[in-house]
């Protein structure tokens, strides 16, 4: 049982390690609010992206659906809708009126 332990924790040991060189090698896990396209910034692209969410059109740069990964980054309120009132939201925080 001492021996099945062990080898127990060297595997966590391993994950916690693989875990942590992805977290170094990987994208930052941690998005930027209003930051719609996932490109680290908050832009004049992501009040467009939103804008297209909320008229129900395609990703225009890629001219596909958006993800529900995209809506979710686009309703900055988190009120479980894409409205005016998040592009609102978008706006301020690209103007730096809020965060
Ligand atoms: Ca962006
Ligand atoms: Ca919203």
Do not use: C, F, Q
């Not at 060189?21 to 992206?49: E, Q, R």
Request: hydrophobic share 40%; no cysteine; charged share 20%.
């Amino acid at each position: 049982m001492a021996s099945k332990k062990e080898t127990l924790g060297g595997l966590g040991g391993l994950v916690l390690l693989i875990g942590g060189y992805l977290l170094l090698k990987g994208k930052p896990i941690i998005s930027v609010k209003g930051d719609v396209n996932g490109d680290g910034k908050v832009s004049v692209a992501d009040i467009t992206h939103a804008e297209y969410i909320i008229m129900g059109l395609p990703n225009p740069s890629t001219g596909e659906a958006y993800t529900a990964e995209w809506i979710a980054r686009a309703d900055v309120n988190n009120d479980g809708s894409v409205d005016m009132g998040d592009v609102v939201r978008i706006e301020n925080i690209m103007l730096g009126i809020e965060s």
